[in-house]
């Protein structure tokens, strides 16, 4: 499915509703974000926009920032096998090359998957769009030594990651960096 990037100036025109129906999945299923901040149009440009977004979710208590991370998927996980990622994750992952996994890295996905949720309370979260299987298998072992807080503070680095590279699909950014 091919987006249509809107100028700026559309963006600002947009009402709640509308915004909503296109933003509202810029921060896995958590539309909640789009409307908190619609209100503060004018955005400047995309990354103002992003820093708005960004603002709302640092402001959260931990338990909101935790919602948020436990509102993403499993990579490569059981939600990717039946086929009901969202269109976002489902490009996400296979730009990643998660749907080409062997049946070894599957079940060792599958394992260290289990095992972060258990450890953290909520799923392993990676911008796969930056990243090919290989960093990810290897990002997950690594972030498994980490303390809650730490995985915490470094799984809302990564959903603003993978809600900025969204949002430049959403919004046209010439002159935009493509990368925070």
């Known amino acids: 499915m091919e987006v249509k990037a809107r100028h700026i100036s559309e963006v600002n025109r947009m009402d709640y509703e509308e915004f909503i129906e296109v933003f ?8 909640l974000c789009a409307a908190a901040v619609w209100r503060y149009r004018p955005f400047r440009d995309v990354k103002h926009l992003h820093e708005e977004i960004g603002r709302f979710i640092d402001d959260l208590p931990e338990a909101g920032r935790e919602a948020i991370l436990r509102s993403h998927p499993d990579l490569a996980g059981r939600l990717a096998g039946l086929g009901k990622l969202t269109s976002e994750s489902t490009r996400e992952q296979k730009a990643a090359g998660l749907d080409g996994l062997t049946q070894e890295e ?12 258990e450890q953290f309370g909520f799923p392993f979260v990676i911008c796969a769009r930056e990243n090919k299987k290989e960093a990810i298998l290897q990002g997950l072992a690594t972030r498994l030594k980490n303390s809650p807080q730490a ?3 470094k799984g ?22 493509s990368r925070l």
């Open 24 to 31: 509202g999945n810029v921060i896995e299923h958590c539309s």
């Open 151 to 153: 995985e915490l503070a």
């Open 106 to 117: 599957r079940t060792q996905m599958a394992t260290m998957n289990n095992q972060y949720r």
């Open 156 to 177: 809302i680095i990564e959903v603003k990651k993978i809600c900025y590279l969204r949002l430049l699909d959403l919004v046209e950014h010439e002159g935009v960096e």
